[in-house]
């Protein structure tokens, strides 16, 4: 006669009362598939796109690492007095950050070009050698400021001279995935507010179909925690589909682009190699999935269950 | 258990469903509301229940004032009533079981002893063979007697009946008031509206009789306070 009694009175009773919500979300789900399914397909959709674009990025990231390892700079002499080459050559010598430097000769590599090339009649038709004498620095550091400065340093002892670091690419590289990752999250923030809403949306006519059933239960004193738990299961059912289904697209449509983006890339001479995404890509997209379903079951079933009795 | 201290409603600008009630329940007893179609039957046990508020007056149920039972303290507050309502109110989307089992799973019953009492209710209303059956294939007495079944399997202090024989021949409607009586005897208050005056008189218990919204007491021993 003192119902109130058993309320929560054991854990093990808690841990049923969930169990039940859970089982209960899911049966209601496999009773209703399609629009379940539905569900977790938009979902799957929503976040496959960022995650696609994740993965690119990543590999896009790989391929500046790569570089990173042999950095190079080149100075270009054609408009150099002898002096200043001289001060130049002095201070290759002394400067610890150059590893070593090799002297191109103009005559010599325009001899190398020669032979490379299918007809070297052509350069005969040229007056004189157009090729421009050029030292080749190999600096003793990959760190991208001390060779920053280094590259500021020879510039100013040789202001004439075209001072080109194949860092400078590594560095725009390295910008423009900056920039990637900002455009990401801007895109990953937003469709995944979409994602919010639309899963609220289906929660809120979710429980608006078991209004009576609500009515009811709150009737016989079930609580606002009560009434929505089986909406957030449901929404963490819905999320780990979702997150499931969006890491097939992912692997489906990696394998699909691989081979494109790998022939564009060698095209420009890249070593762009398309990894597939890792196990800690999919476990984020998995609880991304998640947490996007929690949020959208708690934001859709809090404000179906605040305007009922 | 109940008192109601000049209670009204009024429902928009109709007229008054109740006016100026007065009435004590004491806990253990057991009393009935007769009167006619439209009297405010319904409507008195919805205020009990808490399920309206009253346009003025005060309600006491249980040890609460309702005016003044906060959110938090409204789920505790149900729990402890057992409501049966005219039109039944089933969920016509699961089985009798899961119907009758709703206020335990509510209360966090663990499984065996849910399976326990909620067969236990079914057998009192005579309805065990049917527990498998989805209620719309019920008869229209079948179907309120699982809703009595729901409304005492959690054992509640306070049974509140609006009907509950209304479409039940004579020999199962005194059946179920017998049954309202056992467990009135092991302590569960009872308030019971019903159309059938000869069915209540019968039971020899308080009857408040309601005509036009007020009370006019023809109790055995019923006391308007
Ligand atoms: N929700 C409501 N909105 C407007 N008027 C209502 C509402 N509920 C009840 N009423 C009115 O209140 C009055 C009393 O209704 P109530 O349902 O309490 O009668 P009753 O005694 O239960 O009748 P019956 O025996 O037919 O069930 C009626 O005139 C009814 O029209
Ligand atoms: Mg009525």
Redesign the pocket.
């Given at each position: 006669m003192r119902p109130g009694r058993r309320l929560l009175d054991t854990v093990p009773a808690w841990m049923e009362a969930h169990r039940d919500a859970a089982r209960r979300s899911l049966q209601r789900r496999l009773q209703a598939p399609i629009l379940s399914l539905i569900s977790i397909a938009v979902l799957g959709f929503i976040l496959a796109l960022p995650a696609y674009l994740w993965v690119l990025l990543d590999n896009a990231r790989a391929l500046s690492a790569h570089i990173d390892h042999d950095p190079r700079i080149a100075l270009y002499l054609d408009a150099v007095e002898p002096d200043t080459v001289a001060e130049l050559e002095h201070h290759l010598e002394s400067d610890a950050r150059v590893e070593r430097w090799d002297w191109i000769d103009a005559d010599e590599a325009l001899a190398q070009y020669r032979e490379r090339l299918a007809d070297p009649g052509l350069l005969d038709w040229l007056d004189e050698n157009p090729l421009p004498d050029v030292i080749d620095v190999v600096p003793a550091t990959t760190d991208p400021a001390a060779l920053g400065a280094l590259r500021d340093a020879l510039a100013a002892i040789a202001p004439g001279a075209g001072v080109v670091s194949d860092d400078d690419w590594v560095r725009q590289l390295n910008s423009l995935h900056q920039l990637g990752l900002r455009i990401l999250a801007v895109v990953g923030a937003l469709l995944g507010l979409g994602a919010v809403l639309i899963l609220a949306l289906a929660t809120a006519s979710e429980l608006r179909e078991r209004q009576e059933e609500i009515a009811i239960s709150r009737i016989s004193g079930a609580t606002h925690c009560f009434l929505r738990r089986p909406s957030l299961y449901g929404g963490l059912i819905t999320g780990l589909g979702g997150g499931v289904f969006a890491g097939m697209l992912l692997l489906t449509g990696i394998a699909l682009s691989r081979a494109p983006l790998e022939q564009a890339a060698a095209a420009f001479d890249l070593p762009f190699r398309l990894a597939l995404p890792g196990a800690s890509h999919l476990l984020t997209l998995l609880l991304a999935g998640l947490l996007l379903g929690w949020l959208g079951a708690r934001l859709g079933s809090g404000h179906a269950l605040r305007d009922a009795p | 258990m109940i008192r109601l201290q000049r209670v009204t409603?009024r429902?928009?600008s109709?007229?008054e469903?109740?006016s100026n009630v007065s009435l004590r329940v004491d806990p253990g007893a057991m009393a009935f509301?007769t009167?006619?179609?439209?009297?405010?039957?319904?409507?008195?046990?919805?205020l009990i229940a808490g399920l309206?508020r009253p346009t003025r007056g005060r309600i006491q149920v249980n040890g609460h004032d309702l005016d003044r039972l906060s959110p938090r303290a409204i789920p505790g507050f149900r729990r402890s009533i057992g409501l049966v309502f005219?039109d039944h109110r089933l969920l016509f989307d699961r089985p009798v079981f899961d119907n009758v089992a709703l206020p335990l799973e509510i209360l966090a019953y663990r499984r065996p002893e849910m399976r326990k009492r909620v067969r236990a209710a079914l057998d009192k209303v005579g309805l065990l063979h049917k527990e498998a059956a989805n209620p719309r294939t019920l008869s229209a007495g079948e179907q309120q007697r699982v809703g009595i079944a729901r409304a005492i399997v959690h054992r509640p202090v306070l049974l509140l009946a609006?009907?509950p024989t209304g479409n039940l021949d004579p020999a199962l409607s005194r059946e179920i008031l017998r049954l309202f009586d056992d467990f009135n005897g092991v302590g569960m208050t009872a308030l019971i509206?019903s159309?059938d005056v000869g069915l209540v008189e019968s039971m020899g218990k308080p009857i408040l009789h309601?005509e036009d919204?007020r009370i006019e007491a023809r109790a055995t021993t019923g006391q308007p306070a």
């Open positions: - | 409603k429902f928009g109709a007229a469903a109740l509301i009167g006619p179609s439209g009297a405010g039957k319904s409507t008195l046990l919805r309206e005219q609006d009907e509206a159309h309601l919204g």
